[in-house]
Nanobody
Framework: QVQLVESGGGLVQPGGSLRLSCAASGSGFRIRAMGWYRQAPGKQRELVAVITSSGITTYADSLKVRFTISRNNTKNTVSLQMNSLKPEDTAVYYC?????????WGQGTQVTVSS
């Protein structure tokens, strides 16, 4: 089993920045990839960014300029630096981890971009 705990969400003004972090814990697993997804009210959950254990990254095309994903394999953590935030970035952001046993999700952290 893998447990994921996110932190770093909150309220920010348009144009501001936030950094989300996610820590994985548990035993008997090797994480192949970690990433972030988001779900806005009334919309489906969508990919934000993913990073593999070797550092290969994948971003949603519309976000790659403003968002940066990073990972610490030793600590099993993943972070998402979000810059130039827009109101349309408002959503619940979920951490995701992929192991040989499947996908695991965090509980989500709210990001609200509003003046």
């Amino acid at each position: 089993q893998v447990q994921l705990v996110e932190s770093g969400g909150g309220l920010v003004q348009p144009g501001g920045s936030l950094r989300l972090s996610c820590a994985a814990s548990g035993s008997g697993f090797r994480i192949r990839a970690m990433g972030w997804y988001r779900q806005a009210p009334g919309k489906q959950r969508e990919l934000v960014a993913v990073i593999t254990s070797s550092g290969i990254t994948t971003y949603a095309d519309s976000l790659k300029v403003r968002f940066t994903i990073s990972r610490n394999n030793t600590k099993n953590t993943v972070s998402l630096q979000m810059n130039s935030l827009k109101p349309e970035d408002t959503a619940v952001y979920y951490c995701n981890a992929v192991t040989g046993f499947g996908h695991y999700w965090g509980q989500g952290t709210q990001v609200t971009v509003s003046s």
